[in-house]
């Protein structure tokens, strides 16, 4: 079945470093992702989403950046902050659905 | 605006109570979801209404009951849940694929 998974539970890095979050996907016909992030207790928050038309798009401190050859996306967040502690999922629908398939989540700390 | 809004925060019943989550959104969504996502893992789709008509439900036990009164509410129906059951509820809302979900209620099934 179709799957969307990233590639480390935890990624720690150093205040004010750049942090690069990594998402696979199976289904080459994947046309759509958002990245979310969740802080504890709280419900994911729509960060930033890209189509499969574009390699690259940018936000404010975020980056997301999608290889259709290899399946592959990733998030990269500039001079990372305390607040940015969170776990992030990347996520897209089922091609033609309402079911969006999550991956298993990374967990971002920051360290100070 | 993006703001979907679940109450309560927070909920804590026993195995033979019935009780209900709510979920608000104002922003003309016409598919509205209840997801489950226990700690540490991804949330986990229950229901999808699309124009207020149930189109996916994810073989949810017939314990959660879901209704969608109108296009801007959607409520979950609980009755004797199990401990298990015990999880955050999240609420989401989407206009075409966009996804945007509540902060949802944190429920615990004593």
């Known amino acids: 079945g179709e799957s969307v998974g990233l590639h480390l539970p935890t990624l720690s890095v150093q205040e004010g470093d750049n942090s690069i979050i990594n998402c696979a996907y199976s289904?080459?016909?994947?046309?759509?992702f958002i990245w979310y992030k969740q802080e504890s207790g709280k419900g994911p928050q729509f960060i930033i989403d890209?189509?499969?038309?574009?390699d690259k798009r940018q936000g404010q401190r975020v980056t997301v950046l999608l290889n259709k050859t290899v399946k592959h996306l990733s998030l990269q967040i500039a001079a990372t902050q305390p607040g940015d502690s969170a776990v992030y999922f990347c996520?897209?629908?089922?091609?033609?659905?309402?079911?969006?398939?999550f991956g298993t989540g990374t967990r971002l700390k920051v360290l100070a | 605006d993006t703001e979907v809004t679940q109450t309560p925060k927070h909920l804590v019943m026993g195995m033979t109570n019935k009780k209900s989550l709510k979920c608000e959104q104002h922003m003309g969504h016409r598919a509205m979801y209840w997801y489950k996502q226990k700690a540490k893992k991804p949330p986990e789709l229950m229901f999808v209404y699309s124009y207020e008509k149930l189109s996916i439900n994810e073989s949810v036990p017939s314990r959660f009951s879901p209704e969608c009164p109108n296009s801007s509410l959607l409520n979950l129906h609980l009755h004797a849940l199990q401990p298990e059951d015990s999880a955050l509820y999240l609420c989401?809302?989407?206009?075409?694929?966009?996804?945007?979900f509540g902060s949802g209620t944190q429920l615990s099934v004593l």
């Open positions: 289904n080459s016909a994947s046309d759509y």
């Open positions: 996520a897209g629908p089922s091609s033609g659905t309402y079911k969006y398939i």
């Open positions: 890209i189509r499969s038309n574009m």
């Open positions: 989401a809302s989407s206009y075409g694929e966009k996804l945007f």
